[in-house]
C-alpha cells in the first residue's frame, strides 16, 4: 500500500509493474525517490559527512557524482549523472547490502593551548630564516 501511495504521489501517470516494484522496495528500505536524493545532495552542508542523510546511498551517489560536479553544474547536466550512480546505490541496497553512514567528522577533545607573545615572535623568526625573507 506505501508503494501504491508513492505512486500516486510521484507519478503523473500509471507506473509499470516494475516501477511499482522500485516504488515499493524503496519504502521498506527508506530510499527517498531519485530527485529528492538529488536535491539533498544538492542542498547538504559542509562538510557533508556531518550532515543527517536521509539513506546513506544518497551519501554515497553524492560522492560519486562528486560535490564539486554537483554544486557547479546545473541540475540539466548534474541530475542525471547522480541518477545513475543513486540507481546503482539503490539496487545494492535492494539486493541487502548495508551501505556503511559517512563517519562524522568532530574536533579536537583537547584544544592546544595559544602561544604567548614571545614564542609566537620566536616562531615568525623561525620561519621567516627558514624562507629567506
Given at each position: 500500500?506505501?508503494?501504491?501511495?508513492?505512486?500516486?504521489?510521484?507519478?503523473?501517470?500509471?507506473?509499470?509493474?516494475?516501477?511499482?516494484?522500485q516504488?515499493?522496495?524503496?519504502?521498506?528500505?527508506?530510499?527517498?525517490?531519485?530527485?529528492?536524493?538529488?536535491?539533498?545532495?544538492?542542498?547538504?552542508?559542509?562538510?557533508?559527512?556531518?550532515?543527517?542523510?536521509?539513506?546513506p546511498?544518497?551519501?554515497?551517489?553524492?560522492?560519486?557524482?562528486?560535490?564539486?560536479?554537483?554544486?557547479?553544474?546545473?541540475?540539466?547536466?548534474?541530475?542525471?549523472?547522480?541518477?545513475?550512480?543513486?540507481?546503482?546505490?539503490?539496487?545494492?541496497?535492494?539486493?541487502?547490502?548495508?551501505?556503511?553512514?559517512?563517519?562524522?567528522?568532530?574536533?579536537?577533545?583537547?584544544?592546544?593551548?595559544?602561544?604567548?607573545?614571545?614564542?609566537?615572535?620566536?616562531?615568525?623568526?623561525?620561519?621567516?630564516a627558514?624562507?629567506?625573507?
Amino acid at each position: 500500500m506505501q508503494g501504491a501511495k508513492r505512486a500516486i504521489l510521484q507519478s503523473e501517470y500509471l507506473p509499470t509493474v516494475h516501477k511499482m516494484l522500485q516504488l515499493c522496495a524503496a519504502g521498506e528500505n527508506g530510499l527517498p525517490e531519485s530527485r529528492a536524493a538529488y536535491r539533498e545532495a544538492c542542498n547538504a552542508p559542509s562538510p557533508k559527512t556531518n550532515h543527517r542523510w536521509s539513506h546513506p546511498a544518497v551519501y554515497h551517489a553524492g560522492r560519486e557524482s562528486n560535490w564539486f560536479f554537483l554544486a557547479n553544474n546545473p541540475e540539466s547536466v548534474a541530475y542525471s549523472v547522480f541518477a545513475e550512480h543513486y540507481r546503482k546505490f539503490c539496487a545494492r541496497v535492494l539486493e541487502g547490502e548495508k551501505l556503511p553512514a559517512p563517519e562524522q567528522l568532530k574536533l579536537e577533545e583537547k584544544p592546544g593551548t595559544p602561544l604567548s607573545k614571545e614564542e609566537n615572535a620566536q616562531k615568525m623568526a623561525e620561519l621567516r630564516a627558514e624562507l629567506g625573507i
